[in-house]
C-alpha cells in the first residue's frame, strides 16, 4: 500500500517557523516530483511549492516566495516544507503529493496523496 504521511503541523504565532516532512512508504518515491499544497476552510486546494525529482528545481507559489523552502531528501524517501515567517493567512491543512509518473522536472499530476497536517498561524 502506498502512502505518504505528512508530520510536523501544529499551532505557532505570527513570523515563527515550521518544518513539515512528508515521508512515503510502500514504494520509493525518490525518483518522484512532489509537492506541498493547501486548503484553508472554505478555500480551495492551493499549490504552494514542487521540486523536481533530482531536487535540482524547485517552484513556489507567489503568496510563499521567499518564506518557505522546498526540500527533499532521496535517502530518506522525505520531502520537507521549511516556513519561515508565518502568517495568518498560512493557516490551513496542508497535504504533499508526489507525481502520477517518474522523472519529471515538474510536478505535473499530483496523483499520491497525503492525508494532511493542520498548521494554525495566530496573529
Known amino acids: 500500500q502506498v502512502q505518504l504521511v505528512e508530520s510536523g503541523g501544529g499551532l505557532v504565532q505570527a513570523g515563527g517557523s515550521l518544518r513539515l516532512s512528508c515521508a512515503a512508504s510502500?514504494?520509493?518515491?525518490?525518483?518522484?516530483?512532489k509537492g506541498w499544497f493547501r486548503q484553508a476552510p472554505g478555500k480551495e486546494r492551493e499549490f504552494v511549492a514542487a521540486?523536481?525529482?533530482?531536487?535540482?528545481?524547485?517552484y513556489y507559489a507567489d503568496s510563499v516566495k521567499g518564506r518557505f523552502t522546498i526540500s527533499r531528501d532521496n535517502a530518506k524517501n522525505t520531502v520537507y516544507l521549511q516556513m519561515n515567517s508565518l502568517k495568518p493567512e498560512d493557516t490551513a491543512v496542508y497535504y504533499c503529493?508526489?507525481?502520477?509518473?517518474?522523472?519529471?522536472?515538474?510536478?505535473?499530476?499530483?496523483?499520491?496523496w497525503g492525508q494532511g497536517t493542520q498548521v494554525t498561524v495566530s496573529s
Open positions: 521540486i523536481s525529482w533530482s531536487g535540482s528545481s524547485t
Open positions: 503529493a508526489a507525481d502520477l509518473l517518474p522523472q519529471r522536472d515538474r510536478l505535473v499530476h499530483p496523483y499520491y
Open positions: 510502500g514504494r520509493t518515491f525518490s525518483s518522484y516530483a
